[in-house]
């Protein structure tokens, strides 16, 4: 007896569909093993594909609307075996992705940015993985905070046949030597915009070109404000001490947390993100300094983030 299903679509049709391009990989490179859609990385109103070629250690973004590479992703070992979209993980309003490169002992799984393929998050296997980034799925806002989050799996946690394990994880939040400290502002909204950092580490040691600050739970489509100072006790150019309550500014009840003494211009996204770049310099010499940061959104009520501490 025809299922429900099947009286309503009739039988099902078999046969090669429309091709509407074919992306051939070099010999011995595995292309096809992984491949995801993306939504449109170049902004022509056509969305693109990223294709993983694990043999070659790469994955390529070729554009739907000419089917030739827009770039290409290298790595190591198996990197490229599992590839997916994230939605726009950093910000810039472009979809970035994510790529699994497992097979190594250091098995990795990578964001990238969508616009021009620059590395945004190296994630770190968990201790005593194995297969780390076999699989990897963008699975969206698990966290709320309005960035995007990525799923890994592995599927050998233990050297042999273990378990395995999956892990969510937001690709921003607080490394470790860097603290929350201090209570924001509302916003129209009624939550309190939210500073975390994204890239990685902010060490100095080997310096860090893709570190940045995060604000989200932002009004969206306006202007904020990142504060960086080098103390959280005193306005350095004035002399008075922290907090100083930003009433005369407007802004009755919020604190100021940290000494303006670098200030940086952006917008936030129709999602309510701002994401500053911060490239960490390799200045060893500044090792174990602080530095602080706090983030204003122009917003119709308070909108201040709480004060971020950053130990280099
Ligand atoms: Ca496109
Ligand atoms: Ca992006
Ligand atoms: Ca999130």
């Known amino acids: 007896m025809a299922t429900l299903a099947a009286l309503a679509l009739g039988p099902a049709a078999r046969g090669q569909g429309y091709a509407l391009w074919t992306f051939n990989g ?27 070629a694990p043999q070659a250690g790469q994955a390529r973004v070729f554009s739907g609307a000419t089917g030739l590479p827009l ?37 990795v799984a990578r964001t990238f940015s969508g616009a021009n393929g620059a590395l945004l998050f190296d994630l770190a296997a968990p201790s005593g993985s194995g297969d780390f980034g076999r699989s990897v799925a963008g699975v969206g806002d698990v966290s709320g905070d309005g960035v995007p989050d990525v799923a890994v799996g592995a599927p050998r946690f233990a050297i042999g046949s273990g378990p395995g394990v999956a892990r969510v994880v937001s690709p921003v939040g607080l490394p470790p030597r860097t603290s929350a400290f201090g209570a924001g502002c509302p916003g129209s909204s009624g939550e309190v915009p939210r500073i975390t950092t994204g890239g990685g580490n902010p060490s100095v040691l080997v310096g860090n070109p893709n570190f940045r600050l995060v604000l989200s739970k932002a009004l969206p489509n306006t202007i904020s404000h990142l504060v960086l ?58 090792a174990g300094a602080s530095v602080y940061f706090q983030g204003r959104v122009f917003d119709s009520t308070g909108a201040i983030t709480g004060g971020l501490e950053v130990v280099l």
């Open 26 to 52: 070099a010999p011995a490179s595995s292309t096809g093993w992984a491949v995801a859609g993306l939504g449109d990385m170049n902004a022509d109103g056509f969305d693109d594909v990223l294709v993983g």
């Open 71 to 107: 770039f290409t992703l290298t790595g190591v070992a198996e990197f490229g075996v599992a590839v997916a979209g994230t939605g726009d993980a950093d910000g810039d309003d472009i979809p970035d992705l994510i790529v699994g490169g497992p097979g190594t002992a250091a098995d």
């Open 229 to 286: 100072g080098v103390s959280d006790t005193v306005w350095v150019a004035t002399g008075i001490p922290l907090p100083i309550d930003l009433a005369p500014f407007g802004l009755p009840g919020c604190p100021l947390l940290v000494s303006i003494d670098f200030l940086f211009l952006d917008a936030t996204t129709a999602d309510g993100i701002a994401s500053v770049p911060m490239p960490v310099p390799a200045v060893p010499a500044l």
